[in-house]
Nanobody, 127 residues
């Protein structure tokens, strides 16, 4: 079992930055593929970014590429999402997710393949 706890959300003006963190416990973090997703009320969950367990491989949604950066510190069991040049359309609840996999150098963009989810944290970008 894996427990995930997000932190770092809040309110920011358009053009500003926020950094999200996701603390993991319960399983060796370096064996988990990690991802960030977001959901706007009334809309489907949307993929944001994913990072492999090992090797530093990353993949981003088109909406995040060039503005967001996903990183992880396996020694601290923590996943990060640095969000720059935020836009009002980035307003959503952001979720951290973890996936157990034998393919430690892979990423995953599909939420349905993730096994564990955090409770979510609100990010609001004002115009």
């Amino acid at each position: 079992q894996v427990q995930l706890v997000e932190s770092g959300g809040g309110l920011v003006q358009a053009g500003g930055s926020l950094s999200l963190s996701c603390a993991s416990s319960g399983r060796t973090f370096s064996t988990l593929i990690m991802g960030w997703f977001r959901r706007v009320p009334g809309q489907e969950r949307e993929f944001v970014a994913s990072m492999s367990a090992l090797g530093g491989n990353r993949v981003y949604a088109d909406s995040a590429r060039g503005r967001f950066a996903i990183t992880r510190d396996n020694a601290k069991n923590t996943l990060y999402l640095q969000m720059n040049n935020l836009k009002p359309e980035d307003t959503a609840v952001y979720y951290c997710a973890a996936k157990s996999s034998a393919f430690l150098y892979s990423t995953s963009t599909s939420g349905s393949t993730y096994h564990y989810w955090g409770q979510g944290i609100q990010v609001t970008v004002s115009s």
